[in-house]
């Protein structure tokens, strides 16, 4: 990077500093930030070499915020967000239930005047994409619980999109879509890795990708993160709803997602609107092989659907969802027979910003009617025992995930060779245990044999935290069966 790219990113970070310490969250920074940023590269559009026709409504533009100052700019910024998210288009998905989060006029006015020292459409996709990055990695760690909401680690997205090996003229579906990670690698596999031609170009930019998310504020950050990696035009490819509740009816080649994790849903449905507070949510769908309360499973069941006959699909998935009975049998056994689940890749613990997550990857490929099973092997690769990685010290990289790659083999994955870490287990095999259940390990975990192997402190500390939340997960659950049972009772 440059030391002029270098000095923007620095001062942007520096002017979060300052807002931190009035209060601004750096989720809240960044919220500004997109409104902000979208309304300079709009106006910059309008003027040479681009002179482009203005996208914004009159009065609602980057213009009409210099020539303000003071308790006027506050309410004439006000009156632009609330205008904005009226919008159609990309201006009503970026702008939704937007609000002012900066109450000092006078720091609004130094973030616009910095802002307005720049110009960003002219910049190096890198630089904005460093800010960016930065930016939603922080407010990762700041926000370490709250909704499930999970950010996935580039280094992870980068090895999923490199191993299922998205081409140009196909369609890439994120249903949990966060900040747009595996959309924004896959973006970059395919134009590093191919020459494309200006019809493969326009269908990159306007057609490739989707996405969807159930959080407002994660779909303005995502709307406008592809923007500014030149993806979409006035109509972004981000939506926000639920994307859970139906089967929408389109199908993808590819579909690549990390849903959000735990079994509550983050709202209750009331009467058709949105009310504070924690419910589980059971999704009856007829596409759908079992009627459950479980949030990942249903997420796989939604994955399935949504990929092409003959497409590809790579879910991060807990282990739950590897061995649980009752439903999570039943969608095993169905997703084995239907679809070709060739490939497992168990996760180490300390890669995700939610403490002590169990998760893997799970492959497949969905395929057509058939009597006999499609799957013949899944293969699984061992990246949890014996690994430890932590956030800080010491984070998964990219290169922590090249031995994984080799493994997989994507120019053709049907000719594999086991190794220590990579096994190969028949249909057979797995039917044969108990509920179906794909949570293997044949690794001797060392630490178990050696006090001198075990882990970090932060490490072992995270496994405690969560074996308690665990633990108080299913006191909860046992809470609130026994005051159904209560109930019931009372009301026979």
């Known amino acids: 990077m440059s030391n002029e790219s270098s000095t923007i990113v620095q001062r942007v970070w520096n002017y979060c500093h300052v807002l931190r310490d009035d209060g601004v969250s750096y989720g809240d920074y960044l919220e500004q930030l997109t409104y902000l940023l979208f309304l300079k590269m709009a106006d910059e559009q309008t003027r040479s070499p681009f002179n482009k026709p203005t996208i914004m409504p009159e009065g609602l533009d980057w213009q ?9 700019l506050d309410d004439h910024y006000r009156h632009i967000l609330e205008s904005l998210g009226k919008e159609p288009g990309m201006l ?48 990762a760690e700041d926000v370490k619980g709250g909704a499930g909401q999970y ?23 994120d249903p949990a879509c966060g900040t747009g990670g595996f959309l924004l690698a896959a973006h970059d596999y395919i134009e590093k890795n191919y020459s494309l031609d200006k019809d493969q170009k326009r269908f990159l930019k306007f057609k490739t990708f989707r996405g969807e998310d159930i959080v407002d504020g994660v779909v303005r950050i995502c709307a406008m993160n592809l923007y500014l990696h030149g993806i979409g035009g006035e109509e972004t490819p981000i939506k926000s709803g639920d994307s859970l509740i139906s089967d929408p009816g389109d199908r993808y080649d590819l579909v690549i997602t990390n849903p959000p994790f735990g079994k509550k849903s983050s709202i209750t449905i009331f009467n058709g609107t949105e009310t504070g507070g924690r419910v589980t949510i059971s999704y009856t769908r007829q596409d759908f092989w079992a009627t459950t309360s479980n949030k990942q499973l249903n ?29 999570g049998e039943t969608v095993r056994r169905r997703l084995l027979q239907e679809c070709d689940v060739h490939t497992l890749l168990r996760l180490p613990t300390g890669v995700f910003y939610a403490q002590g997550v169990k998760a893997n990857v799970l492959f497949f490929d969905r395929k057509p009617a058939q009597e006999t099973p499609w799957t013949e092997k899944l293969w699984i690769y061992d ?30 994955r049907h000719k594999r060779t086991e190794t220590e870490r990579f096994r190969a287990f028949s249909y057979d095999d797995l039917m044969k245990r108990d509920k179906v259940s794909l949570d293997i390990f044949w690794l001797k975990d060392e630490s178990l044999e050696d006090s001198e192997n075990l882990p970090a402190p932060e490490v072992l500390a995270a496994g405690i ?28």
């Open 64 to 72: 009409s915020l210099l020539s303000r100052d003071g308790a006027e």
């Open 92 to 139: 009503g998905v970026i702008f939704r239930k937007s609000q002012n989060k900066i109450q000092d006029p006078a720091k609004l006015r130094r973030l616009v005047e910095m802002i307005n020292g720049e110009t960003w459409i002219g910049m190096d996709i890198d630089v904005k994409g460093e800010i960016y990055e930065g930016l939603l990695e922080k407010n």
């Open 151 to 173: 950010f996935t680690p580039r280094s992870l997205c980068k090895a999923m999109v490199e191993v299922v090996r998205p081409k140009p003229g196909e369609t890439v579906y």
């Open 299 to 327: 997420f796989l069941q939604h994955v399935k659907t949504l990929v092409k006959i003959n497409g590809r699909a790579a879910i991060v998935v807990p282990d739950n969802v590897l061995f649980e009975g009752g439903a």
């Open 383 to 412: 990246l949890r025992t014996n690994q430890h990685f932590t956030l800080k010290t010491n984070p998964l990289k990219y290169e922590h995930l090249q031995d994984f790659i080799k493994c997989y083999n994507p120019e053709n």
């Open 465 to 492: 935290v969560e074996n308690l939340e665990t633990a108080l997960e299913q006191f909860k659950s046992i809470y609130e069966e026994l005051g159904k049972e209560e109930a019931r009772s009372l009301s026979g």
